[in-house]
């Protein structure tokens, strides 16, 4: 008899070039990798910048040359968004003729002022005039989620409920379409990042069952925050990891994922540390918690 043979593991880091990577951004990507790497899986960086008035000249280059630094080495080419457009508008237009979408050209003002969550003014209106965005008819979206490492996750209804934006009114297609889009044409296996998505996923696997895919498994980082709430970003202007000390950071990176380096490595270069945390990684060391104050590892 043939032995069953479970499908390839296949990873991502999907950074968005807004600005080089910082300490948070570099334990997604080493988190995702080691979670790759343990399982002899594909680890696959993508470029996520889609969202073209927030990206920064230069920011691409600069970090794929820190992961190539820091030894995090991925497989095939880089995948870039913005060489996708064909593809995202070609979903977006499969989702029209299902009739699971629905334009609206509600302002940001009238939006802003609803508070939490879109409330459907455009549904029924049947819109083909003027800038038009394009949100998807909430489908039946769960609110909770099995998370590979937090377990039961519950998600705020109003999110679960809401008719997010697929396309901007400007032209710009949004995160969640082409983040489902891409994960299921990159054939991804799992998806490891920051707890700060972590309530977009319902979301998310609902797109991917609307599609006719199967939904990857979803596996989130505790987040590196400066104080509780505030989440070490581009926005904050969190420092660049580029020119730190490579295996210092390193370290300080493993034990925020609760993989602490033996004495022996101290010092060791990134290749040595790699190994050894691959041979050593084990998710359920990794805190629970959705997020940990950077200074106390650096
Ligand atoms: N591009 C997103 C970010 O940099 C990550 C998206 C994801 O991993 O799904 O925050």
New binding site residues.
């Given amino acids: 008899m043939m032995p069953v043979v479970p499908p390839a593991y296949r990873g991502r880091f999907?950074?968005?070039p807004s600005g080089p990577l910082h300490f948070g951004?570099l334990i997604?990507a080493v988190g995702s990798y080691l979670q790759a790497k343990s399982q002899q899986g594909q680890w696959l960086v993508r470029m996520?910048d889609i969202d073209k008035p927030r990206m920064q000249a230069g920011a691409a280059d600069s970090i794929l040359r820190t992961l190539e630094r820091y030894q995090l080495l991925w497989d095939g080419g880089v995948w870039v968004q913005s060489q996708r457009l064909d593809r995202y508008q070609q979903v977006l237009d499969l989702l029209k003729q299902q009739q699971l979408t629905y334009a609206c050209n509600c302002t940001r003002s009238r939006i802003q002022s609803l508070g939490q969550g879109y409330d459907g003014f455009c549904r029924d209106k049947n819109l083909t005039e003027g800038q038009l965005a394009w949100r998807l008819k909430a489908p039946a979206t769960a609110t909770s989620f099995t998370d590979q490492h937090a377990g039961e996750i519950q998600i705020p209804a109003t999110l679960a409920a809401e008719d997010y934006i697929l396309k901007r009114r400007d032209g710009l297609f949004a995160?969640q379409l082409v983040?489902v889009v891409d994960d299921m044409d990159q054939g991804i296996t799992e998806?490891v990042?920051?707890a700060?998505?972590i309530d977009l996923t319902s979301r998310q696997q609902a797109l991917f069952r609307l599609l006719g895919a199967a939904a990857p498994d979803y596996l989130h980082l505790p987040l590196a925050v400066l104080e509780p709430g505030f989440k070490l970003s581009k926005q904050n202007h969190a420092p660049a990891v580029e020119n730190w000390p490579v295996s210092e950071t390193l370290t300080a990176v493993l034990r925020f994922l609760g993989q602490s380096p033996p004495a022996e490595l101290i010092g060791a270069d990134a290749k040595e540390l790699l190994a050894w945390a691959c041979s050593a990684w084990q998710i359920r060391q990794i805190p629970r918690q959705n997020e940990q104050k950077a200074t106390d590892f650096l």
């Fill in positions: 999907a950074p968005s951004s997604a996520e995160y983040v998806v990042r920051g700060d998505l």
